[in-house]
Structure formats: structure tokens, C-alpha cells
């Protein structure tokens, strides 16, 4: 891919005392039904100044190996390197600690790292300008994370993954991922479990793949259990997930976790908006029903203008879709973490922060 602007000499960082960080995590072996989007992302971080693209969609969605894939890709366009930072969906991250973090990874020592973000800023604007350097950050939550490190300059570039869209930050390339096709998904189970395997069941197998609900992250937790598990038929862990318990229970696997993930997601919602978080267990008492704004307003005792608000919120956190008659529904996976939510024991406090880890840990979530 050629960039708009020169590419630099891959030893001017070197030279001019700067370090040359590499560090990308490993692309993903196994990578499935996005290859348009990569490629997206890829045009956008190599395209014309501002070179910013911000890559969103559901928890579990893929967004972190796409944007590795991606950066990946480019890399060579980038010989004044590549730094990576998770915010792991943190809102307490500042702008001025992810600040130091870069400036960090560009060789500024404490000694020399300025007090405020905005000299930070600054000093990260100095040294990146007409430079070939790639920055992915992942896990942002706010577009006031990601405002100080965008590119003032043609030659540096910056991915962002969010599951919000980000929608206030100016001029910036946008690829929004939706749950993975049926073909993509059957891709994806076969790279990680054998197409043998599902070749002897693909009653079994479309089951299967309906109840992922098209999540990557889903996919991915199958598909590593029938890999762990050779003698475990297709059906019968169809079987299983259909059983009458938790089908999140079975959604988890060593470090990945379907429940964790959707939780991280909905303790974030819940921490920066107090209705958009009664707003979410109204709705997980009811999961199977759509929600209209007007009856959402009379149960909650708010205006209906603040929880339309509420409510767009959710969408745009990808908790919640609209359908065509302008009611509002919860996604499937959503639906079975908010039935559990409703069963909760009652108590003191949402049921959404009561104990949940994910308001100050979070998960690898995607």
C-alpha cells in the first residue's frame, strides 16, 4: 500500500534519538470472515492525512484481532514503528497517562515526561511529526481518550477500538463490525475444531453456529472446546449449550468468556449513566420483549426524551438494537447474559454494579 505522504527513512527515528518500538501483539493464526474490513482499516491508517480510523462494534465482536490483523499488514508502511496500548476498556485511563505511555514507548524518560497533558500532547506532536509511526490503541472508551494522540500531521497514524462509535471525533474513518456470517462462522469453527468435524454433522453444526449468535468471541470458545476435546460430537455440545442451564456457562473457556465480556460492557454503560443502567434491567426483565420509549419513561419515572437518550446510549454500546417498528430489542448473547441478570437475587443497589468485578477489572473482551 503506498501512504500519501514520503515514507521515511527507516533509520531517521533511530538517528534522531528516538526508539523504534515494535509492539504488536501476534496476528491471529486463526482469522475468519472480515477480510473486507481488514482491508478498511488497513486503506485508512495508510490513506491521506488524518489518518485515524476507529474500529467499533459488539463485545466479542473481533475488534482487537482485526485491528492487529490490520496493523499487521501495514507495518512495513511503518518503519519509525508501531506501539500498541490496551486501555482494556478502562474510563479511568486519562488522556495524560496513555500520553506517557506513548512518549514512554518513543524513549522519554521520567525525568524528562511533562507534568500536564496538554505539554504532553505537545512533545508527542514534536516527535511524531512527518513520521512514519503507527499507534493502535485498544479498549478506549471515550473519545476524550483518544482526542490528545491523534495525528496533527501527515505521516504518523492511529487505529482505535472502541465499541462506541466515537461519533465526536472530527474527520475520522469509521468500520463498525457486525456479527460474523454464516459462511464466516462455519470458517472459523473449522480453522480452530476440523472441517472433518463438522462435514459429519451440519445439522449440528448450523445449530451451533445459530446459538454463537455470530460472535467471534463465541466462535472462538466452541470451537476451542470441540478442539480440546476430540470425541466430543458437534451435537453433543449443541446438546449441551440446549440443555435447560447457563448457555454462558459454556461460553467460557480458560481466558476467553462470553459472559465476562457482555459484562465489562454493560458495568461501563451502567458506571457513566444511572438511567442507561435502570434502563438495562427494565429491559433484561423482560429479554424476549421489544421496548417502547413511552412505557420505558412511565416505569422508570423519566422523561421520554431522557430515556430515548438512555436508550441510543445502549445502542450505540451495541447492547441494544432497533428493530423496524422504532421499538428496541436486546441482541441474542445480550439476552441471555440480561435473563441472568434478572434472576439475580434482590438487594441493595443495581443488580449491574452489585458485586460486578468488571467496574474496576476488565476483561480481554474484544
Request: aromatic content about 2%; hydrophobic content about 45%; charged content about 20%.
Amino acid at each position: 500500500m503506498t501512504a500519501a505522504s514520503p515514507t521515511a527513512d527507516p533509520a531517521s527515528a533511530a538517528e534522531a534519538g528516538l526508539a523504534v518500538p515494535r509492539e504488536l501483539p501476534p496476528d491471529l493464526v486463526t482469522f475468519a470472515g472480515r477480510t473486507r474490513e481488514a482491508g478498511e482499516v488497513s486503506a485508512g491508517a495508510t490513506g491521506r492525512a488524518p489518518a485515524v480510523v476507529v474500529v467499533t462494534g459488539p463485545p466479542g465482536s473481533g475488534k482487537t484481532g482485526l485491528a492487529v490483523r490490520a496493523a499487521h499488514a501495514v507495518a512495513g508502511e511503518f518503519p519509525d514503528g508501531q506501539i500498541f496500548v490496551d486501555v482494556a476498556y478502562r474510563a479511568s485511563v486519562t488522556p495524560a497517562e496513555l500520553l506517557a505511555r506513548v512518549l514512554r514507548a518513543l524513549g522519554v524518560v521520567p525525568a524528562d515526561m511533562p507534568d500536564s497533558a496538554d505539554e504532553r500532547a505537545g512533545r508527542l506532536r514534536s516527535l511524531t511529526a512527518g513520521r512514519r509511526l503507527l499507534l493502535v490503541l485498544d479498549g478506549v472508551t471515550s473519545a476524550a481518550q483518544v482526542r490528545p494522540l491523534l495525528p496533527a500531521s501527515p505521516g504518523p497514524a492511529l487505529i482505535a477500538v472502541a465499541r462506541r462509535s466515537l461519533g465526536n471525533l472530527d474527520g475520522v474513518r469509521r468500520v463498525a463490525l457486525s456479527p460474523l456470517t454464516e459462511p464466516s462462522a462455519r470458517e472459523l469453527l473449522a480453522a480452530l475444531a476440523g472441517a472433518e468435524r463438522l462435514a459429519a454433522d451440519p445439522g449440528a453444526t448450523s445449530e451451533l453456529i445459530g446459538l454463537c449468535a455470530g460472535s467471534v468471541l463465541a466462535l472462538r470458545v466452541a470451537g476451542s472446546r470441540l478442539a480440546t476435546w476430540p470425541g466430543m460430537s458437534v451435537a453433543a455440545l449443541v446438546g449441551e449449550l440446549t440443555a435447560g442451564g447457563s448457555k454462558l456457562d459454556l461460553l467460557s473457556y480458560d481466558d476467553l468468556s462470553v459472559r465476562a465480556s457482555l459484562a465489562a460492557a454493560v458495568a461501563v454503560v451502567a458506571s457513566e449513566d444511572e438511567v442507561a443502567g435502570r434502563l438495562f434491567e427494565l429491559l433484561a426483565a423482560c429479554p424476549e420483549a421489544p421496548a417502547a420509549v413511552d412505557r420505558a419513561a412511565a416505569q422508570l419515572g423519566e422523561s421520554a426524551e431522557r430515556i430515548r437518550r438512555a436508550m441510543e446510549g445502549l445502542v450505540d454500546a451495541h447492547l441494544v438494537a432497533r428493530d423496524d417498528s422504532a421499538r428496541y430489542r436486546l441482541p441474542a448473547l445480550v439476552r441471555d447474559y440480561a435473563a441472568e441478570l434478572s434472576t439475580a437475587p434482590a438487594g441493595p443497589g443495581s443488580r449491574l454494579v452489585r458485586g460486578n468485578p468488571f467496574l474496576t477489572l476488565s476483561s480481554r473482551s474484544g
